[in-house]
């Protein structure tokens, strides 16, 4: 792979804890920005003990999170960290961050003061419900973006409590509309328009995801339920049980893929029957379809479901555990499953990079480090040109 990036040349100031904030810096690390992460001094960011199971006694997300950046120790809430960070952010182009909105702001490090330094400076800005807004002050996690932004509604069974999935996802998608909103305003400053502020939410995240869920309640009032493992607006799809035991999700959802489907399933009369010809026709009667799909799949291995159903053209695949992810020819192929040599842990494998690119691939260049501060010097004597003694005194006195 590449060693530089698209991004390269790209200065950026991480400043965030947890999962949006780095996360966002790492998908700008990892095609090509310098990134350089703080964190605090003698604590470093929760991330590092993040998860349950560990190797050699340290959490296995942290190289993850923390490749291709820069790590640097700094004290925010005291008022020489405060200076340092304008400093950075004076030869910066982006600085992210994700804490409760208005905390910048007390540590004198709002926008105001940042593009007062750096007029051309992009602040990202990740939160649980924006900068604005009656609940801009409150705390913001996954779990009650993921609530609020109705994408838990949707989740589940009907008549049950809806269940979360097992990641932090309104994390991972305000990070990647963070990346995004950076993105543009570095285009927009790129062409003379100088700095601004990017402003994402969990909420607004996971409410962009509702797809007809909105203008449906907007002109008609319907309030779309969960439908479990089928999809409500459109049939069939959903999740079938094959004699192995093995779980199948088949989309067959459009005229001609119902008409595959028949084909496969040897059911001349379901792909003749006037009622199914059409996707509203389907939903009316999509326990009866789902009956029928169901019947043909626990007659069969998973692999030949599988296997003949995309051989026709039909949607279909396997519902994959991790373990099943790992022996899947087409992760290996995407190089999304990437062996990295660490120093703590030995070889780590961590998810690969998307998108892919032609021309400027993005790569792991080095693996996160478990040293707190391993780049101070580099960043504070190299690039702020602080002298020796200074640096020593800042160390002392904890600021850095």
């Known amino acids: 792979m590449a060693e530089g990036g698209p991004l390269a040349g790209l200065r950026v100031i991480e400043l965030g804890v947890l999962i949006a904030g780095p996360f966002a810096g790492r998908m700008l690390a990892d095609f090509g920005a310098e990134v350089i992460k703080v964190e605090a001094p003698g604590r470093g960011d929760p991330l590092r003990e993040w998860g349950v199971h560990r190797h050699e006694e340290r959490a296995l997300w942290w190289p993850v999170q923390a490749r291709n950046k820069k790590l640097v120790t700094l004290d925010l809430r005291k008022p020489e960290g405060q200076e340092l960070v304008r400093r950075l952010a004076a030869k910066a182009d982006v600085v992210v961050e994700n804490f409760r909105p208005g905390t910048l702001e007390e540590w004198g490090l709002g926008p ?124 069939p799809s959903n999740v079938y049980r094959a004699r192995d035991g093995v779980l199948v999700a088949i989309g067959a959802n459009s005229d001609a893929l119902w008409q595959r489907l028949c084909a496969v399933m040897e059911r001349p009369d379901l792909a003749a029957d006037e009622g199914l010809k059409h996707d509203r026709g389907r939903l009316e009667r999509s326990g009866e379809i789902d009956a029928e799909i169901a019947a043909w799949v626990a007659d069969r291995d998973g692999a030949e479901v599988d296997r003949r159903l995309n051989e026709a053209g039909v949607v279909c695949g396997p519902v994959y555990s991790i373990a099943d992810i790992f022996a899947d020819p087409q992760y290996a192929a995407r190089e999304m499953l990437l062996r990295v040599a660490t120093a703590e842990q030995g070889e780590v494998v961590m998810p690969g990079i998307s998108p892919k690119l032609s021309e400027t691939p993005g790569s792991v260049r080095w693996p996160g480090s478990w040293e707190l501060g391993r780049n101070n010097q580099e960043v504070y004597g190299d690039l702020l040109g602080i002298a020796p003694e200074e640096l020593a005194r800042l160390r002392e006195e904890m600021v850095i």
């Open 112 to 235: 105001d003061r940042l593009l007062a330094v750096n007029p051309n400076l992009v602040l990202a800005r990740i939160s649980g419900y924006g900068q604005t807004g009656p609940y801009a002050r409150r705390a913001g996690f996954a779990v009650a973006g993921e609530a609020i932004g109705g994408l838990r509604y949707l989740n589940g069974n009907p008549g049950e409590v809806p269940p979360r999935l097992g990641v932090s996802l309104g994390d991972s998608l305000a990070a990647l509309f963070a990346v995004q909103g950076i993105l543009l305003a570095l285009h927009h400053r790129d062409q003379g328009g100088g700095g601004q502020v990017v402003d994402a939410s969990i909420m607004e995240s996971c409410f962009q995801m509702l797809d007809s869920v909105v203008p449906e309640y907007g002109k008609l009032g319907v309030v779309r339920e969960p439908t479990g493992s089928r999809i409500g607006h459109a049939a």
